[in-house]
C-alpha cells in the first residue's frame, strides 16, 4: 500500500516563500505529482516528478528525492491568489490509481 | 484544445436515488479515471478505463459503476444513493493511464449532494 503525509496548513505572508515538504510510503514507484486546488474547484497540475532533484517552472518549484520518499513544493514571491490546497499524488500504479495525500491548506496574508 | 469536461456541474439528489456523471477526456487520451473527493481530504481512486476496460477499481462498494465509451468518454454510475455520497466527483484523463511520465488531468468535477 501507500502512506502519504503532508501537514494541514501553512501560513505565510504576501511576497514570501513557503515550503510543503511530502512523505511517502509506496510499494511501487512511478512519479510524483503536486496539484493546486482551490476551494470548490478541481485539482489543477502543477508538476511532476520522477527523477531525483529539482524541477523549476516559473514561481513554483519541486524536488524529489527517491531514495528518502520525499518531496517538496516550493511556492516563491506569493501571492494572495497562492491561497490554496497543495495535494500531492504518487503514482500512477499499475492499476491506474493515484494516492493522494489529504492536502496542505496554503493562506497567504497580506 | 478542450479539456476535460464533466457534467452536470451541480447535482442534487435524495437517498436511494441513482445518478449518472459523465465525462469527455483531453482529445487523443485513451485512459479515464474517477475519483471521489469528500470535503477536506485529498481525492480517492474510484476506477479507471483504458481502451473501455476496467483497468482498476478503488475500495468502493458495488453501488459504483462505470463504463467507457468507443470514443472514450466515460460514465460513473451510482445507485442506492446515501448521504455519505456527497462529494465531489473528479474525472482524470491520461494517454494510457499507468507507468512513468503518464500525467493526469482533472475535470472541473461534479459536485453532487445527497439529501
Known amino acids: 500500500g501507500q502512506n502519504i503525509d503532508q501537514p494541514t496548513e501553512m501560513t505565510a505572508t504576501e511576497g514570501a516563500i513557503v515550503q510543503i515538504n511530502c512523505t511517502y510510503q509506496t510499494s511501487g514507484f512511478n512519479g510524483l505529482f503536486w496539484y493546486q486546488q482551490h476551494a470548490g474547484e478541481a485539482p489543477t497540475f502543477l508538476s511532476y516528478n520522477v527523477l531525483d532533484g529539482l524541477e523549476e517552472k516559473g514561481r513554483f518549484s519541486s524536488f524529489l528525492s527517491r531514495s528518502k520518499g520525499y518531496s517538496y513544493l516550493l511556492l516563491k514571491e506569493l501571492q494572495m491568489k497562492d491561497s490554496a490546497s497543495y495535494l500531492c499524488a504518487v503514482g500512477p500504479d499499475s492499476w491506474g490509481k493515484l494516492q493522494f495525500g489529504a492536502g496542505t491548506q496554503v493562506v497567504v496574508t497580506p | 484544445d478542450a479539456g476535460v469536461t464533466q457534467s452536470p456541474t451541480h447535482l442534487i439528489k435524495t437517498r436511494g436515488q441513482q445518478v449518472t456523471l459523465r465525462c469527455s477526456p483531453i482529445s487523443g487520451h485513451k485512459s479515464v479515471s474517477w475519483y471521489q473527493q469528500v470535503l477536506g481530504q485529498g481525492p480517492q481512486f474510484i476506477f479507471q478505463?483504458?481502451?473501455?476496460?476496467?483497468?482498476g477499481r478503488g475500495n468502493f462498494p458495488d453501488r459504483f459503476s462505470a463504463r467507457q465509451f468507443p470514443n472514450y468518454s466515460s460514465e460513473l454510475n451510482v445507485n442506492a444513493l446515501l448521504l455519505g455520497d456527497s462529494a465531489l466527483y473528479l474525472c482524470?484523463?491520461?494517454?494510457?493511464?499507468?507507468?512513468?511520465?503518464?500525467?493526469?488531468?482533472f475535470g472541473s468535477g461534479t459536485q453532487l449532494s445527497v439529501l
Open positions: 482524470a484523463s491520461s494517454l494510457k493511464g499507468s507507468g512513468t511520465n503518464e500525467k493526469l488531468f
Open positions: 478505463y483504458y481502451e473501455k476496460e476496467e483497468r
